[in-house]
């Protein structure tokens, strides 16, 4: 705490994605809506695969808590750069700055590792179909989603623990939209060389290795497949095809940015878009046009509400009919 209290910045400047006025105001608009979609499309999904029976599979488990992150991911920055589109000065509290820089990696984390859970479903479920109820249960799905919030959080409070005691002490212009780890070290008025390597190797491990555990899993379904029926392997491959799309767009920036952080390139602020905002949007884009049991389970549920809204509509139409 004192560290914190003896270092001089109690704010930092964003410097946002633009400083051309119209160009703002069309992000504003153009964000909005984006934002909008990301949280009303993730919440069908949520809605679809809680209440729909036929959907109580692990796969759709582990794609509700997705969309669940998804939300939490497009929630922690976006709605300040929204909002700063159109304010003149984008400042952000010192612990503001600290908060961001703790839910983007909760939740990236977070997300990476529930993406490894969903790789390992359909390893299972492709390479060891036969036992697939047996180690697929409830427990697992639970215990999955359990680990990949302790991976986030271990993962989060670790790059904190060498951000925290920097001293900051005069320059607080952050070229981005929100707290970029990297970025913000760069500010500190002690030499970071150090930190900026632990937080490279702490980013590093993390982003490397569940990404090469993912590719490794497609690899070794995609062989499988391969020597099974050409009906199996288009199936399989529709929906792998839309877990690797996913894996790529939000790995790439992610690797770019925090393997490479000691020289950061302008294009970085609009590659952190991917995973704070293009990421989130997949998910629904993805598994709502491509895949056919939740279009059919969209349907029942918009059939579902459009009788009950009839129904509820009723007594009005009653009540004016008396009066
Ligand atoms: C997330 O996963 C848990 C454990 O499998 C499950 O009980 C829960 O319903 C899931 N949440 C959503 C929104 O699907």
Known sequence: ???????????????????????????FVF??????????????????VTSDSSLHSPMYFLLGNLSFVDICQASFATPKMIADFLSEHKTISFSGCIAQIFFIHLFTGG???????????????????LHYVIIMRRRTCTVLVMISWA?????????????????????????????????????????????????????????????????????IILITVWFKSSAAMAKAFSTLAAHITVVILFFGPCI????????????????????????????PIIYTLRNRDM??????????YSRAKKISERPVIVRNSVY
């Open 31 to 48: 964000f909005s809506v984006l934002y909008m979609v990301i949280v009303l499309g993730n919440l069908l999904i949520i809605l679809t």
């Open 256 to 283: 770019f940015i925090y393997v490479w952080p000691f020289t950061s390139y302008p294009v970085d602020k609009v590659l952190a878009i991917f995973y704070t905002i293009f990421t989130p949007i997949l998910n």
């Open 151 to 219: 991976v986030g959080l271990v993962h989060t409070l670790s790059q904190l623990s060498f951000t925290v005691n920097l001293p900051f002490c005069g320059p607080n212009v952050v070229d981005s939209f929100f707290c970029d780890l990297p970025r913000v070290t760069k500010l500190a008025c002690l030499d970071s060389y150090i930190t900026e390597i632990l937080i490279v190797v702490n980013s590093g491990i993390l982003s490397l290795s569940t990404f090469s555990l993912l590719v490794s899993s497609y690899i």
């Open 1 to 27: 705490m004192d560290k914190v209290n003896s270092s001089v910045v109690s704010e930092f400047v964003l410097l946002g994605l633009s400083s051309s006025q119209e160009l703002q105001l069309f992000f």
């Open 295 to 304: 279009k059919i389970a969209f349907r029942k549920i918009m059939i579902h």
């Open 111 to 129: 997300e990476m590792m529930l993406l490894v859970s969903m790789a390992y479903d359909r390893y299972v479920a492709i390479c060891k179909p």
